[in-house]
């Protein structure tokens, strides 16, 4: 029995992609039909960058998937606020962004206020090793 070169590589390849990230990681604004997700993956284990996009879901009259800036493998933590109704204003480092499930709208916030709009709902975080969604102290 010959054995096909290019198998060989195939552990070679796995390894490669041991360190990829791909998650998506939802805040339940009203069951699982009403949600804000952010989705993140890293395409390659060397690469720093971990491509981003956060979903938007009030079905079944909006979903819609908006591309936001990289983050890196280990965060940073995305904080969400109330803003209004049906919309929220999200935050990761220095950047600030409106998402409405109303509107079924993701857009950068460049002139956001010094201080958050509304009340903090919970963050998305790193916890060992996996994206989650934690809740405010005191929220449910």
Known sequence: MKLDRRLLLLPLMLVGLAGCENSATAYKVEGSDH???????????????????????RLPKCQRRVSIWPGSGDGPVMNVYEAGYQ????????RWYLASTEKCRVQDWADAPATPPGALVGSFRMRDGDM??????GDK
């Open 87 to 94: 919309l929220w204003a999200l935050q990761q480092g220095r």
């Open 35 to 57: 949600a804000l997700m952010l989705m993140r993956e890293q395409r390659y284990f060397w690469a720093d960058e971990v491509e981003q996009a956060i979903v938007v879901a």
């Open 132 to 137: 989650v969604f934690e809740p405010a102290s």
